[in-house]
T-cell receptor, first 112, second 116 residues
């Protein structure tokens, strides 16, 4: 699986949009971009995933650049409960039971 | 839906004893479950991949005789830490891949193991 690079930490004001970047310059054509988050002392939670089109769900939006070498996770209106470590993972989408390889992630601190 | 539970949520044991951690998919069947370990302020590290009815596949550096994994049914996988030592103290997390999906894994809440 392609390696990802994320900033180790970010701050965001409550109510503002949180934009979390991820670089995956070695991503291959059949690899998807996944985002998970982990709130302190809990298991990771799936947020969103995409291949090349931008995606949106009730939690967040995922913007993938045209060359797919980077992406941005957007939390449109961050709340204090969004404080967590956010992991960007790229992996193949198939039925081989692929494991997820977690990098360092970005520790997002939402402040009042 | 898609809930994964772990039991116990935390455990404290003496050095040399064995500890069993259960991972259950409550409302779906999972042919594949994964076990991760997470030390404080570090990321999750995959320990092993568990497939129902077959032997687990361990990641490099993970001792299969120390971390026994049993995936006896489509809804239950167990991790037994044998002869636990203080360095085994960690946060153990499982995840389950739904039987007919390779979209997202669902994670359990984790089990915090402290070995005295």
């Amino acid at each position: 699986d392609a390696k990802t690079t994320q900033p180790p930490s970010m701050d965001c004001a409550e109510g503002r949009a949180a934009n979390l970047p991820c670089n995956h310059s070695t991503i291959s054509g059949n690899e998807y971009v996944y985002w998970y988050r982990q709130i302190h002392s809990q298991g990771p939670q799936y947020i969103i995933h995409g291949l090349k089109n931008n995606e949106t769900n009730e939690m967040a939006s995922l913007i993938i650049t045209e060359d797919r070498k980077s992406s941005t996770l957007i939390l449109p209106h961050a709340t204090l409960r969004d404080t967590a470590v956010y992991y960007c993972i790229v992996r193949v989408y198939n039925n081989a039971g692929n494991m997820l390889t977690f990098g360092g992630g970005t520790r997002l601190m939402v402040k009042p | 839906g898609a809930v994964v539970s772990q039991h116990p949520s935390w455990v404290i044991c003496k050095s040399g004893t064995s500890v069993k951690i259960e991972c259950r998919s409550l409302d779906f069947q999972a042919t594949t479950m994964f076990w991760y370990r997470q030390f404080p302020k570090q990321s999750l590290m995959l320990m092993a991949t568990s497939n129902e009815g077959s032997k687990a596949t361990y990641e490099q550096g993970v001792e299969k005789d120390k971390f026994l994994i049993n995936h006896a049914s489509l809804t239950l996988s167990t991790l037994t830490v044998t002869s636990a030592h203080p360095e085994d103290s960690s946060f153990y997390i499982c995840s389950a891949l739904p039987r007919f999906s390779y979209n997202e894994q669902f994670f359990g809440p984790g089990t915090r193991l402290t070995v005295l």
